[in-house]
């Protein structure tokens, strides 16, 4: 088994915006939506505040509350990584998903279903990293393997602090940001 996640560097992320702009060209994301953001959130206070820039995208949580109020089975866990996908042509466009995500990691897309992060999968099968991993020129991204103990991208979590988002919401998200 694997299950696919990122380690995000919050250190390095410059907040530069070009993983949105790689995602954007690399999966057709129509104009005036996206599938991954930045976001800045001051944390501490006066006068130690820190800022820390996030690049935010789905989750793909393990307990995935998106994957089990589809009514249709559009949205499900891809065969490879545990990845969140939704198969579009199964999509109704009924918006549960949407209401279920703590993330608001999803949108309906003009043609009617609903679309989002899915960690570039067609080039992760390929060899390759997530497009937003690839383009990063800070490096910031780590893309891998949480189930291989050996993988970079454990090593990073044992060797570093990291929180993940909304851990309150139980789905098990799999994006963790290295502090
Ligand atoms: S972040 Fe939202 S859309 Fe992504 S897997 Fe988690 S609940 Fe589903
Ligand atoms: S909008 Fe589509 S993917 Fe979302 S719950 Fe409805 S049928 Fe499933």
């Not at 820390?52 to 249709?72: F, G, L």
């Amino acid at each position: 088994m694997s299950r696919f996640g990122m380690a995000i560097d919050t250190k390095k992320c410059v907040g530069c915006q070009d993983c949105v702009i790689a995602c954007q060209t690399e999966n057709k994301v129509p104009n005036g939506f996206c599938r991954d953001w930045i976001k800045t959130e001051a944390q501490g206070k006066f006068p130690t505040i820190q800022l820390e820039i996030r690049s935010e995208r789905c989750n793909h949580c393990s307990d995935a509350p998106c994957v089990s109020c589809c009514p249709t089975g559009a949205s499900h866990y891809h065969d490879i990584g545990g990845v969140v996908l939704v198969n579009h042509n199964e999509c109704i466009g009924c918006k549960a998903c949407i209401s279920s995500c703590p993330y608001d990691a999803r949108y309906v897309h003009p043609d009617g279903y609903v679309d989002k992060c899915t960690f570039c999968i067609h080039r992760v099968e390929d060899g390759l990293n997530p497009a937003c991993v690839s383009v990063c020129p800070t490096h910031c991204m780590h893309f891998g393997d949480l189930d291989d103990p050996s993988s970079h991208i454990n090593q990073l979590l044992q060797s570093r602090k990291y929180h993940s988002l909304i851990p309150e919401a139980g789905t098990r998200p799999n994006i963790f940001y290295l502090t």
